[in-house]
Each structure stands twice: as C-alpha cells, then as structure tokens.
C-alpha cells in the first residue's frame, strides 16, 4: 500500500462529506479535501509478525525500540486507518510505527479484516481489535502498559477498545490509555457528514439505531481509559467536530477525555513523522504513562 493510493481514494471519497455551518447544522462540501500525504522514506522491516487468530489478516508485526533511543518501557499498538476497507492495510502505518520505536517506544502495528473481507465489517472487526489487544497484552516480548494509537478508522477501533470491560478487566497486562488521530469516535456525526461515501454504514451494515450501530458506536459507553483526542486544524477528511459530541459526552461521565486541535495540520500529518504535528502525538502517548 502506498500513500499515494490511500490519498487518492479518501480524496474522492470526501467529496462527499459535509461541513458544519456557523449555526451548526451539516451542509455538503463545495470543495475538494487538500488533504495530501508526504511521502516518506521506506521503513525498515518489522523484527517480527505473529498472528492472533487464524485469518492471514488476524497479524500484528513487531518493532523493537530502537538501538540507542531512550527507552520508554512500554508498548504501543498502532491501529491503521481506510474507513474500514480492504483496500487500506497497515503498510501506510509504517512510518508511523518506526518513529514511536526511535522514540524509545516497543510497537505492535495491527492487522484486522476489514469491509470487503470475509469477517470484515461489524462484528468481526470489532472481534479482531479484542483479540489483538488481548494478544499484545499477553505477548512477553512487549512490555507494559500498553498505549492504543490510531488514525481515522483506527481511531474509532482504538476508542470503541476504550469503553469494553476487557480494556481495564483483561488478563495479561494493563492498557494506559488511547490516542486518537482524527478518529472516526461519533458514528452518527460521521454518517450526517456522509464521510468515506457513507463507510460508516457499510463498515456496520446498517444504519443507526440498529443493535450494530450500538455495539460500534465508541458513543454508546463512556471511556474506561484515559483518551487523548488529536485532530488536524485543516483535516477535510474526518474534521474535528466529528468529536465534539464525543467530547462533551465523555466528559460528563467523569471520563478523562482532552482534544487537541493542531494548527496547519491535513488528515495524514498526524501520522506523518516528517511533520511538527507528529511531535503532538508523541506528546499525547507520553502523557499517558
């Protein structure tokens, strides 16, 4: 996957997406998403993939810190983005994963089935995201506490991990917290705004209301973890009110919810480690331990 194709398509499929007006209702977009991806330097390979279950999509590939970084003692999951479709693997999140390992940092980068998979789409990618993180906690190669980072569609995976009992009641390890980097963490804002074409409903096969829309929707429980939200000042892609909502909601509970709304920022310069935003996001995971 490169991410030139990966920009090509959420190009497009923004088109669609709407804007709030000063009043605060949802109206269509009149112009094109600038949001562009910079290419980046090709990653070293990971120093390991092990599976957690039995599909080839079911894998998380390992980086070690690396040699000579401060070592942190700590692990980070990186949950990829692609609005939840096949078309979108966890190759784009490599420059991502590597700069969290020269940052001190042991990383897992997950693989899940997606929509367009068979198992893809709601409940099967939801059972992925418990069965890596269960996995990650267990591995003894990867060190505790465990930090959930994910973009855009990972993002609503690692903030939906945020509110499930395994999160804090799980055996094997602990998880300290959830960045989310322009994630998709209101279903239903995301589905108004018609993000990705409408991916929201194809990622849970219905529509809200439904028991599945209720079962993915990160909106339905508050968070059992801190979450630290991020978002791009200039993201057209998943804008920041789409966690508004999800802000205010949280909060009210006595959830440990902030955002942070980076200025000069597109939908990729939160993963992009070339960035000044990427320094924000490495602040956040920080601020979790």
């Given at each position: 996957?490169?991410?030139?194709?990966?920009?090509?398509?959420?190009?497009?499929?923004?088109?669609?997406?709407?804007?709030?007006?000063?009043?605060?209702?949802m109206?269509?977009?009149?112009?094109?998403?600038?949001?562009?991806?910079?290419?980046?330097?090709?990653?070293?390979?990971?120093?390991a993939?092990?599976?957690?279950?039995a599909?080839?999509?079911?894998?998380?590939?390992?980086?070690?810190?690396?040699?000579?970084?401060?070592?942190v003692?700590?692990?980070?999951?990186?949950?990829?983005?692609?609005?939840?479709?096949?078309?979108?693997?966890r190759?784009?999140?490599?420059?991502?994963?590597?700069?969290?390992?020269?940052?001190?940092?042991?990383?897992?980068?997950?693989?899940?089935?997606?929509?367009?998979?068979?198992?893809?789409?709601?409940?099967?990618?939801?059972?992925?995201?418990?069965?890596?993180?269960?996995?990650?906690?267990?591995?003894?190669?990867?060190?505790?506490?465990?930090?959930?980072?994910?973009?855009s569609?990972?993002?609503?995976?690692?903030?939906?991990?945020?509110?499930?009992?395994?999160?804090?009641?799980?055996?094997?390890?602990?998880?300290?917290?959830?960045?989310?980097?322009?994630?998709?963490?209101d279903?239903g804002?995301?589905?108004?705004?018609?993000?990705?074409?409408?991916?929201?409903?194809?990622?849970?096969?219905?529509?809200?209301?439904?028991?599945?829309?209720?079962?993915?929707?990160?909106?339905?429980?508050?968070?059992?973890?801190?979450?630290?939200?991020?978002?791009?000042e200039?993201?057209?892609?998943?804008?920041?009110?789409?966690?508004?909502?999800?802000?205010?909601?949280?909060?009210?509970a006595?959830?440990?919810?902030t955002?942070?709304v980076?200025?000069?920022?597109?939908?990729?310069?939160?993963?992009?480690?070339?960035?000044?935003?990427?320094?924000?996001?490495?602040?956040?995971?920080?601020?979790?331990?």
């Open positions: 996957m490169r991410f030139t194709l990966l920009s090509a398509a959420l190009t497009l499929a923004a088109v669609a997406a709407c804007t709030p007006t000063p009043g605060g209702t109206t269509p977009m009149t112009t094109a998403p600038r949001s562009e991806p910079a290419p980046t330097a090709p990653s070293p390979p990971p120093d993939t092990r599976p957690y279950g599909d080839p999509a079911q894998v998380y590939d390992v980086r070690r810190a690396s040699p000579g970084s401060a070592q003692g700590a692990t980070v999951l990186v949950v990829h983005g692609g609005f939840w479709r096949a078309a979108y693997d190759a784009h999140a490599e420059p991502e994963a590597q700069a969290f390992a020269d940052a001190g940092y042991t990383v897992a980068v997950a693989e899940y089935r997606r929509v367009g998979m068979p198992g893809g789409g709601v409940p099967g990618t939801l059972d992925d995201v418990h069965g890596v993180v269960s996995a990650v906690l267990a591995d003894p190669d990867l060190p505790d506490p465990l930090i959930l980072v994910g973009h569609a990972g993002g609503h995976l690692a903030t939906w991990a945020a509110g499930q009992p395994w999160t804090t009641d799980g055996e094997g390890g602990a998880v300290a917290g959830v960045v989310s980097l322009a994630g998709v963490v279903l804002a995301a589905d108004r705004l018609h993000l990705g074409e409408d991916a929201a409903r194809a990622f849970v096969g219905s529509g809200p209301g439904s028991a599945a829309w209720t079962t993915a929707d990160p909106m339905s429980v508050p968070p059992r973890v801190p979450v630290r939200l991020l978002w791009g200039d993201d057209d892609v998943v804008p920041s009110e789409v966690g508004d909502s999800y802000l205010s909601q949280a909060r009210a006595g959830a440990d919810v955002s942070e980076i200025a000069g920022a597109d939908h990729f310069a939160l993963i992009d480690p070339t960035s000044p935003a990427f320094a924000h996001v490495l602040a956040a995971a920080r601020s979790l331990l």
